[in-house]
DNA sequence: ATGAAAGCGCTAACAT
DNA sequence: ATGTTAGCGCTTTCAT
């Protein structure tokens, strides 16, 4: 377990200064050529990394990026993550991730954890539980210490910062359209509680395609599910809300999911009563994730992009860091939905 | 925008010595109590947060942990990520994520950023290419620098550091046993080619299990996917293999595959054959993700507890940087599998 | 061409 | 009880 050899360590076993040292090594031409190659020579053979800590303290840059996010098993976060990371290291950046787990105060304390030299920057997604609380003072705080902040996804809008958002609405007005057009008429909408906002936007969404295409939305025809703790619980409630109204003859011959989970539970449902997919019923959802692609049939799917969301917020972050965008202009990037289709539609 | 205050600051505003705020802020007995008070009083008002980063430099600890993963987009990896989140924090650790993408050349670039002065220690699931080219030398310099290093899942033995793997084999001939109990005896075996490590794990456990019950392995009941770039065309191609073996007629009660995909692939080809699952055909797979859990029928599946070797990692990892473990001894933990009881058999 | 010294924010041993 | 100082590793300005 050899030590870390340091600019010290250089310079005395060279009998040089630190300056001589430093400088070499950083291709000055104020040393001379020997000194300087014997220097560069001496550093390479014992492996010498500048000690980063050291430089964060000078520059007040630790080049790293400082990502809150409420959950990382979860198909649109661990996009996002992938394409921050990408985007971040390609440009020097590291990124240190801290899960909130939708707790309020987890959130708080992870920023403060990273606020204090860590991290040049923020790229959050905000914690139900911080929405619920409409306290936002730990973020205000932050970019009123000048450290920059990107919001994405789960933004509140009255924060002055950069914000990256997903095209719910037409996303799902989006998705509506598509099932309308392959000449489904009495489509299922299987969504959240409005208080949810992704949830009421695909609502919204959901809607207005209906109105564009002159149908009357049928309140039968919107299930909204309960907002529990597991999905198991959520899953069959819903599957017992959508054999009610097969039971009550509702004709439905396409479903509109806010979320992958939401549409499995309507496709266990189907499969039980031997309903054909897509032949009587087609089905889109949100989320164009791992359960959409493997489950049999494969499902149409709305993809948010999450990579791209994670791409654009590092982009927006390190711009701000490195003063390439004004500080104090904050922009609001909207990321289309794209539909993905498969054997369900 | 205030820059953030600093113990200089504080001195300076409050006409006393750096080392007497310093004191103050620590409690120490030495100083009076009255400036002692009048110190604190201003620090909070002044929201005084010490520098992470001049303590580091200090201390030569950073706190935080550097973690290598292979992807991140991957239900395994990101519950482990999760486990290690959790551990790290709740001992007041950072953790900072960066991805190998299964590239050797990325793995060592990752390691060399981090290694200087950013992270205390490593936790690294190693990458594809790394162990093609069996080129090990970064994480062995690292060791040998005297960075703790623990390697989760796919490790390299000839490394000295800490290990933790998952029970592939008896995983494997616990699931076997499982479909062999249910009264299952003509078993098909959906695996990898060998020299995917965990998938030859799995193959065996699985003939261990035959052999256990007496049954001889039937070699048209192994189908060994091919290991293609694209997930999809890997299934085009189990899809296809599986086609072929019933259309020969050969007999199949169960399905015993290696990860999630194949399992779905599998239910794929039995659905539109119209083979009921699990009355004809029962099926378990290894991972227990979110795959199995929202198919249907859900899938009985062999649960790796990624979470738990998270949190085993960190363990290991943060008794070796606090010394609760001699840094020269070495452990390798096992994390046995379990299996997980759904729809499918 | 080379080196000394200050300073980034903090701690701690050592004065006073 | 309070202050001075050195030092963590490095950069940079200002001598020599």
Redesign the interface.
């Given at each position: 377990?050899?030590?870390?050899i340091t600019l010290k360590g250089i310079a005395n076993e060279l009998n040089v200064s630190i300056s001589t040292v430093s400088k070499s090594l950083k291709n000055s031409p104020e040393i001379g050529e020997e000194t300087r190659q014997k220097i560069i020579a001496f550093a390479k053979a014992h492996?010498y990394?500048?000690?980063?800590?050291?430089l964060?303290?000078k520059n007040r840059k630790?080049k790293?990026i400082g990502l809150i996010i409420p959950e990382?098993?979860?198909?649109f976060f661990?996009?996002v993550?992938?394409g921050i990371?990408k985007f971040a290291?390609k440009n020097g950046y590291?990124?240190?991730?801290?899960?909130s787990n939708e707790s309020f105060e987890k959130e708080v304390l992870n920023m403060?954890?990273?606020?204090?030299?860590?991290i040049d920057g923020f790229i959050i997604s905000i914690a139900k539980e911080t929405f619920k609380k409409q306290d936002f003072h730990h973020i205000q705080?932050t970019i009123?210490?000048?450290v920059p902040v990107v919001l994405f996804d789960r933004v509140f809008n009255n924060l002055k910062c950069d914000k990256v958002i997903v095209d719910d609405k037409g996303g799902a007005e989006a998705a509506t359209s598509f099932l309308i057009e392959k000449g489904k008429k009495n489509i299922l909408l299987l969504t959240t509680q409005d208080y949810i906002s992704v949830g009421n936007l695909r609502t919204q969404g959901y809607i207005e395609a209906l109105k564009k295409h002159q149908i009357i939305p049928d309140n039968r025809l919107i299930i909204k599910s309960i907002d529990e703790a597991s999905s198991e619980k959520e899953?069959s409630y819903l599957e017992k809300q959508i054999n009610n109204l097969l039971n009550q003859k509702v004709a439905i011959d396409g479903i509109f999911a806010v979320n992958?989970?939401y549409a499995?539970s309507a496709?266990?449902v189907l499969?039980k009563r031997n309903i054909n997919v897509p032949e009587e019923v087609a089905i889109i959802c949100f989320t164009d994730?791992?359960?959409s692609r493997?489950?049999?049939p494969s499902l149409t799917t709305v993809s948010q992009h999450a990579e791209e969301i994670g791409e654009v917020s590092a982009k927006l972050l390190i711009d701000k860091l490195t003063e390439a965008s004004p500080l104090e202009e904050h922009i609001t990037k909207v990321i289309n939905c794209s539909i993905v289709e498969r054997e369900s539609s």
């Open positions: 377990m050899k030590k870390r492996n990394r500048p000690n980063n800590i050291a964060s303290l630790t790293t990382i098993v979860h198909y661990s996009n993550i992938n990371e290291n590291n990124v240190i991730i801290a899960v403060e954890t990273l606020a204090n030299g860590h705080e009123d210490l000048g899953m992958e989970i499995a496709l266990k499969r994730g791992v359960i493997y489950s049999s």
